[in-house]
């Protein structure tokens, strides 16, 4: 684990809020100390061109913001995933300090269990991941508690236009190059793949090449498509030998979360009020990315993001960052998730999905 490097190296949005549910929405923020959050269990997602505000009864006030020191937080996160954006946007703009946090950034690069087991044993407090790539490790017991949904998007499956692949039913008999057998790519295009009648292990061959060498395997005839995430997957759609055959909110996805908030359990357990405020610090930081997605990427791009910061932005708006599920909501859409991992092979058909959501999923925002 290595600390994050230093900083010297049309949005898509949900429907417009009506009356009724602006003033539900108020009625809720009203119940809370402060911060960002709604305690309905529902995702709150600001409507198409409105300017991020979370009202004043969603915000630390003035003298809990200055009130004591900052509580001193390790957040990990991933410094080239886009999709971690939210984090250092919320930094730079004062977010976290509004909440009473001094967030450190620990750039993690290691494998998943090993993160987990880091945030569990207090070598970091919380991090931001995939849920697809967390719920197989979360499975067998780490002390670790989801949140908060973070944003959906920014997984891509892509296919050479020669090959005639239209859709996810021509993938039978096809070649699909991963960057790892147990990807959130191969996750969720291989519960498609299911969806679609085809065998996700029979009727298609997964073949691992190096992540940032995906494309060359279309290149050189040895694959057909390959899927993996943003920035990567966005950068290789410009070349015109591919197409996009499907995304992770491609049909019933298109509002559900890919990446997650999780928080230490004994964090939660010995100062709850922290947890809370940096779930929120988070969640806030990404309504404000969903609102300026330019200004997130020029932030993003300062801590070491791949891309220009036009290319990082439309990666921004072409994702979901307008939607995310807390409460009651996130834990059904994990139970949904579990379902279908169970399907696929990758949670063991004995888990019961919604005695799991309750374990791994912890409501810090009501």
Not at 67 to 84: E, F, Q
Not at 155 to 162: D, I, P
Not at 313 to 318: F, G, K, N, Q, Y
Not at 348 to 360: I, P
């Amino acid at each position: 684990m290595t600390d994050a490097p230093s900083r010297t190296g049309t949005p898509r949005s949900g429907q417009p809020l009506s009356r009724r549910r602006l003033l539900q929405v108020g009625a809720a923020a009203a119940a809370l100390p402060f911060g960002f959050g709604v305690s309905t269990g529902r995702a709150w997602a600001p409507g198409p061109g409105a300017p991020f505000d979370p009202g004043p009864l969603c915000r630390p006030t003035a003298a809990e913001s200055v009130a004591g020191p900052l509580k001193p937080i390790k957040l990990a996160w991933n410094a080239t995933a886009i999709c971690t954006a939210a984090a250092p946007l919320a930094k730079e703009h004062g977010i976290f300090a509004q909440h009473g946090l001094d967030v450190e950034f620990v750039n993690f690069g290691g494998s998943t269990e090993a993160l987990l087991e880091a945030i569990a044993t207090g070598k970091a407090d919380a991090g931001i991941g995939m849920a697809l790539r967390w719920l197989k490790p979360l499975e067998q017991g780490f002390d670790v508690k989801i949140t908060a949904g973070l944003h959906g998007g920014c997984l891509r499956l892509l296919a050479a236009k020669s090959a005639g692949i239209a859709g996810i039913a021509d993938l039978k008999g096809k070649t699909i190059a991963i960057s790892d057998q147990a990807s959130p790519a191969k996750n969720f295009f291989g519960l498609l793949l299911a969806k679609a009648g085809i065998d996700p292990e029979a009727g298609v061959e997964w073949r691992q090449y190096p992540a940032d060498l995906l494309n060359l395997a279309i290149e050189k005839g040895e694959a057909q498509a390959f899927a993996d995430a943003d920035p990567r997957t966005w950068i290789w759609l410009k070349d015109p030998r591919l197409i996009e055959v499907a995304t992770n909110l491609s049909g019933e996805y298109a509002d559900r979360t890919c990446c997650v908030v999780a928080v230490r359990g004994s964090l939660i357990r010995n100062d709850r009020a922290v947890a809370t405020a940096l779930t929120r610090a988070i969640l806030e930081g990404g309504h404000r990315l969903h609102e300026s997605p330019e200004d997130a990427a020029r932030i993003f791009s300062g801590y070491g993001g791949k891309g220009s910061i036009e290319d990082l932005a439309a990666m921004l708006r072409s994702q979901h960052h307008g939607h995310s599920p807390v409460g009651a909501e996130l834990k059904q859409q994990i139970v949904l998730y579990g379902d279908e991992l169970k399907q696929v092979n990758v949670l063991k058909r004995t888990t019961d999905t919604a005695k799991f959501a309750e374990r791994v999923c912890a409501d810090v925002l009501s």
